[in-house]
């Protein structure tokens, strides 16, 4: 069955930096494009960062672009997500998603359960 | 930016039927997706491309579209329907790969 498990969330500093990474199994995960999403304390879905299967083509939210840099390993099965110069907006559970494009909008058929990152001083 | 919007909540009795709406102006040209959050869980995809169904989601959730306005349907709601629920879509620009509606409480009562 398809499995996907975060890890590297915890608490950091504002301008610090951290590195999550999701491991993917039970599916060939080179086949597939994967994004990250958030969700803040409270607040609803944000999606974060796309990759695809090849990891050639990449997406960023804009309220996160230049900051943080998604990409994958599919040697490894592994996608990661490095965040750097963190602000306390950037505190939210992160999930790691397995996407599919239907060539006019893409969706999520599968979530990770998500690790907490929580930006304060 | 592209904008999805949904009622902040929702309250039905159970054995009900809840009807839960989303508004976007690219919704006529782009396909929905629904999401079921339930607390302290990851969101999971009960509806795709407006009205279809993934294996496993019961039958008692449907999808339909109208113009602009897309409607998950929750028949015969159960307490275990009590969720968030949150619509998603992308504008026909493409510009926003992926835009999240804000969610929708469900409460059963």
């Known amino acids: 069955q398809v499995q996907l498990v975060e890890s590297g969330g915890g608490l950091v500093k504002p301008g610090g930096s951290l590195r999550l990474s999701c491991a993917a199994s039970?599916?060939?995960?080179?086949?597939?494009?994967m994004s990250w999403i958030r969700q803040a304390p409270g607040k609803g879905l944000e999606w974060v960062s796309y990759i695809s299967s090849s990891g050639s083509t990449i997406y960023y939210a804009d309220s996160v672009k230049g900051r943080f840099t998604i990409s994958r390993d599919n040697a490894k099965n592994s996608l990661y997500l490095q965040m750097n110069s963190l602000r306390a907006e950037d505190t939210a559970v992160y999930y790691c998603a397995r996407g599919v494009d239907t060539g006019r909008e893409d969706y999520f058929d599968y979530w990770g359960q998500g690790t907490l990152v929580t930006v304060s001083s | 930016s592209y904008e999805l919007t949904q009622p902040p909540s929702v309250s039905v009795s159970p054995g009900q039927t809840a009807r839960i709406t989303c508004s976007g102006d690219?919704?006529?040209?782009?396909?929905a997706y629904w999401y079921q959050q339930k607390p302290g869980q990851a969101p999971v995809l009960v509806i795709y491309k407006d009205s279809e169904r993934p294996s496993g989601i019961p039958e008692r959730f449907s999808g339909s579209s109208s113009g602009t306005t897309v409607t998950l349907t929750i028949s015969g709601v159960q307490a275990e329907d009590e969720a968030d629920y949150y619509c998603?879509?992308?504008?026909?620009?493409?510009?926003?790969?992926?835009?999240f509606g804000g969610g929708t409480k469900l409460t059963v009562l």
């Open positions: 690219a919704l006529p040209k782009q396909y």
């Open positions: 998603q879509s992308a504008d026909s620009s493409g510009t926003s790969h992926v835009v």
């Open positions: 039970g599916f060939t995960f080179s086949d597939y494009y």
